[in-house]
């Protein structure tokens, strides 16, 4: 009888412990996480700019013009990244396993409908969870070694990765399959950008210590690209 009672306990420390996160951002980064949200406008799903265009288009740009964004541009910047696009929960960026490892922030300075701050990007939701408020983008300008088009952006996107949620299938071989998935993520940020009339580009030096300390990222979360975006 005591075998048999313990099956059940048993089932679910391993269901729960292998089930992969959705990435919906339920995890609290800290003890004084904001639990604000704000709905953005569904994404426009065609536009007037064709693939072939936006790839001979694609290019790096850190100068932009002092403009705010749009929270319309932000919702379809961030639905570009890791937005849900089929009722199987699918999402825009492929995913090893359909694991879903990326974790998407937004640090905003200057955007209409969205006060300056922190935010973190619930796909399956689509919407932002305020993680804190108050321009961030000098303190994230320092721990991107001083690239000054990262504090000179209305707003910048940032790409973390849970690697757990990947290695716990596929083991060490795991970590590869992340960056993959960031760097398929970053170009649909590059190519949605041109539909936009909108700039970007692609930061892989930075102190990660300190970018997880601006943006409160929880201890399994590492910071892996900063883009930051704006009009051209």
Known sequence: MNNISVLPLIFFVVFFTILPSTGDGQKPNSDSESTKTIKMPSPAKKSDLSIEEALLKRMSIRKYKDKPLTLTEISQLLWS??????????????????????????????????????????????????????DKLTELTDGALMQTWVENSPAVIVIAAVYERTTVK???????????????????????????????????????????DVLKLADDEHPLAIMPIGKI
């Not at 960026?93 to 701050?117: D, F, R």
């Not at 649909?188 to 700039?199: D, E, H, K, R, T």
Request: charged share 20%; no cysteine.
């Open 81 to 134: 990244a890791q937005g849900i696009t089929n009722q199987r929960g699918f999402r825009t960026a492929p995913s090893a396993g359909a694991l879903y490892p990326l974790e998407i922030y937004v640090v905003v300075n200057k955007t209409e409908g969205l006060s300056a701050g922190i935010y973190k990007y619930i796909p399956v939701q689509h919407e932002l969870k305020e993680i804190e408020s108050g």
């Open 170 to 212: 596929y083991g060490n071989r795991g970590i590869r399959y992340v960056h993959m998935e960031v760097g398929s993520a970053a170009q649909n940020i590059y190519l949605q950008a041109l539909s936009l009339n909108i700039g970007t580009t692609f930061i892989g030096a930075f102190d990660d210590e300190e970018v997880k």
